[in-house]
């Protein structure tokens, strides 16, 4: 099999991925926001209202992310024939802390971080659908944003 | 069984696709970045378009298996403002909480575990404002 762009291989492990994230979601309980702001309500820590349930989701999440990530180093390409892509900046700045911060909040107020919202899309009506549209505009605003900051102070990226 | 078992098993799922993207494509399964990317260059990765298709009709099929109740905790325009700023914030900070919070804390970036932190602290002290105002 010809592997890259040619092939639909790459796509149906793509959409496969997703389905399997959102199952992993749905079966979590991340969909439910009362869920997420129940865990983000620490002063409930001690009493019902608190509810751990993402501390577990996540703690599942990283045991199989720690493990991938720690023998992935030994390989250098992925079955589909694309090298593995990974992060590599390391930079801890304002723009970190500010949009980590400026997401946080969002998190807070309306229990959705962009997974679950995604997920929510087909189930959650027009709610979740004006979410992910001010989601949508909010990303491009900001990468607009950036290319701005970046044009504007010469080429130093 | 306790419902805390099915939480885990949750995360075990989204570790799963994790390693399904990563090992199959050589990406990482960060969403606030797989979005961006798509609707700003929506032809330049159709596998971005792929992931997001199976997420959200995953979704709704496993919404469905699992009764997933349909609920918003707030206004739709506090949402949207929310949508805004959770967009916003995710691009200028390089991920979310699965790029962030479990790709990178699973890579053991010193990076991710700040903003990991950082939105965490964020989030628990909105949640403490809305609770103080109700």
């Given amino acids: 099999m010809k592997p890259q762009s040619t092939s639909a291989r790459p796509l149906l ?22 869920k997420v702001q129940g865990f983000l309500d ?13 501390a577990f989701v996540m703690g599942g999440a990283l045991l199989v992310s720690l493990i991938t990530f720690a023998r992935v180093g030994t390989r250098e390409m992925s079955w589909s024939g694309d090298p593995i892509a990974l992060p590599t900046r390391r930079d801890i700045d304002g723009r970190l802390f500010g949009g980590a911060a400026l997401f946080g909040v969002g998190w807070g107020l309306s229990g959705y971080c962009p997974g679950p919202a995604v997920a929510s899309l ?13 989601m949508a505009a909010g ?8 290319t701005r900051a970046v044009n504007s102070q010469g080429a130093d990226a | 069984m306790h419902p805390y078992i099915f939480s885990f098993a949750g995360g075990l799922l989204i570790g799963a696709a994790v ?13 606030s970045g797989i979005m961006a990317a798509a609707i700003a260059q929506p032809r330049a990765g159709a596998w971005r378009i792929a992931f997001l298709a199976g997420l959200i009709g995953g979704g709704l099929l496993f919404a469905r298996m699992f009764n997933v109740p349909s609920v918003t905790v707030t206004s739709t325009p506090l949402l949207i403002v929310a949508g805004l700023v959770v967009g ?25 575990l700040v903003a990991t932190l950082t939105f965490m602290i964020a989030g628990a002290a909105t ?3 809305i609770r103080a105002m109700q």
Avoid: E, K
Wanted: hydrophobic residues 50%.
């Fill in chain 1, 13 to 34: 492990i793509a959409a496969l991925a997703g389905v399997v994230f959102a199952a992993g979601l749905a079966l979590g309980g991340m969909m439910d926001p009362r």
């Fill in chain 1, 42 to 54: 620490v002063g409930g820590i001690g009493s019902d209202r608190w509810d751990p349930s993402l």
């Fill in chain 1, 122 to 134: 087909l189930i959650g009506g027009l709610d979740v659908a004006c979410f992910i549209g001010a």
């Fill in chain 1, 139 to 146: 990303m491009l605003l900001a990468r607009w944003w950036q």
């Fill in chain 2, 19 to 31: 390693w399904l993207l990563l090992t199959g494509l050589g990406r990482v399964a960060g969403i």
């Fill in chain 2, 88 to 112: 916003f914030g995710t691009v200028v900070s390089g991920g979310c909480t699965s790029g962030h919070g479990v790709c990178g804390l699973g890579r053991r970036s010193a990076r991710s």
């Fill in chain 2, 127 to 129: 949640v403490a404002v």
